[in-house]
């Protein structure tokens, strides 16, 4: 759901980009294909994909739009926007209308909502889980993420970017959401895994802000953000431990309840922030480490997301009916690949033509002009 900021592409965020999506990957099909605990414990906390995606969108499009903004140089709402949308529109309408053309079992949900919903991003209001192409919730959030946070940057712009302002509002909205959390399970008895806090804007949009964070240092903030990049791998170590040991504690819920749903989601994103800090420098080891095809799986993944899920669901019924044992390696292997497939075949049919489209209809565009920031 990321993609990267320039021609030339690090290894390391290909690699949390790939890791992301294969998190994703196993947790559906331990839900939806085997129903059973297929890849141990990794597909019980393969949701945290997500959550990964988000932080590197964080950092994908608040680098963007900061970048521009810390050079007092050129910014355009139009062609911001027009880059988004013909990154993320076309894939999601083909998919959307997939679900449209094939309502019924094994596709369609419990329900689905109305179609302006799903035309305007915000059919994660109200979703429940079991309902049809429930997965679109985390593009409800990113897409509303991508409204909101020009905006933002636009009006700090026009103050002259305070800085101190800046981190100001950052701190606060993640400390907003951890509030949200923790009064939706003090007032209603949700916790982080109730479908009105897990699909909801107001508890998930925090993760995004780590990313951000990234971002805000590294334009505004260069010579903090070099020195940091020194003890990249450091950083890389401890943004491991703190994601393993944040997910052991969501999953084992301590040390309460209370705590790991008001807490969990942000110091999780936090810990993936540090992951995706660290992949920024070229001496990292994730930019060192050479896996076979997860440059590849991450430059499909948006794609994949999308599609994986109904080519799982399509290929349930299938097995049951010719008594394929779901668990054995050789049928995970095949249909994991199948869903893969899938989305390549949408990367390459749909997302790259409008890549190309998108490339040519802003090649010459002249962005508006920001007013410099002023000096930290």
């Known amino acids: 759901m990321t993609e990267p900021t320039s021609g030339a592409r690090l290894r390391g965020l290909d690699l949390l980009r790939a890791a992301a999506i294969l998190l994703v990957l196993m947790t559906h099909y331990s839900g939806f294909v085997s129903q059973s605990a297929t890849f141990g414990v990794i597909g019980k906390v393969g949701w945290a994909g997500v959550d990964l995606f988000f932080v590197l969108s964080g950092y994908l499009i608040g680098n963007q739009l900061l970048a ?7 910014l355009s709402l139009k ?4 880059r988004r949308l013909l990154r993320t529109l076309p894939n999601y309408y083909v998919v959307l209308a997939l679900y449209w053309m094939f309502p019924g079992p094994p596709l369609g949900g419990s329900g689905m909502a109305p179609p302006w919903r799903f035309l305007t991003f915000t059919q994660n209001f109200g979703l429940a889980y079991g309902q049809t192409f429930t997965h679109s ?30 981190w100001g509002l950052l701190i606060g909205a993640i400390a907003a959401g951890v509030a949200t959390r923790a009064a939706a399970y003090a007032l ?6 109730t479908a009105e806090v897990y699909y909801s804007s107001f508890c998930r949009a925090d993760e ?3 990313g951000v964070a990234i971002a ?13 990049l020194r003890h990249a791998n450091a950083l ?18 301590w040390p309460a309840t209370l705590v790991t749903s008001a807490f969990g989601y942000s110091l999780l994103a936090i810990g993936f922030g540090l992951l995706t800090c660290a992949a920024l420098a070229p001496h990292c080891v994730l930019n060192r480490v050479r896996i076979p095809g997860a440059s590849a799986l991450a430059l499909w993944s948006y794609a994949v997301y999308l599609v994986h899920k109904p080519v799982f669901m ?20 095949a249909v994991m690949a199948a869903g893969v497939a899938g989305g390549w075949v949408l990367y390459r049919c749909v997302e790259t033509p409008f890549m190309r489209l998108r490339a040519r209809w802003t090649a010459g565009a002249r962005p508006a002009r920001l007013v410099p920031q002023s000096a930290e």
């Open 68 to 74: 521009p903004a810390a050079r007092g140089a050129a």
């Open 79 to 82: 062609t911001f926007f027009v």
């Open 137 to 166: 919730w985390s593009l409800c959030i990113e897409e509303q993420f991508y409204l909101l946070l020009p905006l933002a940057v636009l009006a700090l712009a026009r103050i002259r970017f305070p800085v101190r302002l800046a």
């Open 188 to 193: 209603h008895g949700h916790d982080a895994f």
């Open 208 to 210: 995004l802000l780590p």
């Open 216 to 228: 805000l240092l590294r334009n505004f903030h260069p010579h903090a953000f070099a020195r940091l």
């Open 236 to 253: 890389c170590a401890a943004g491991l431990a703190m994601s393993a040991g944040v997910l052991a504690c969501i999953h084992l819920d």
């Open 314 to 333: 399509a290929l349930r019924p299938q097995l049951e009916r010719l008594h394929v044992d779901a668990g054995a390696p050789a049928t995970v292997v």
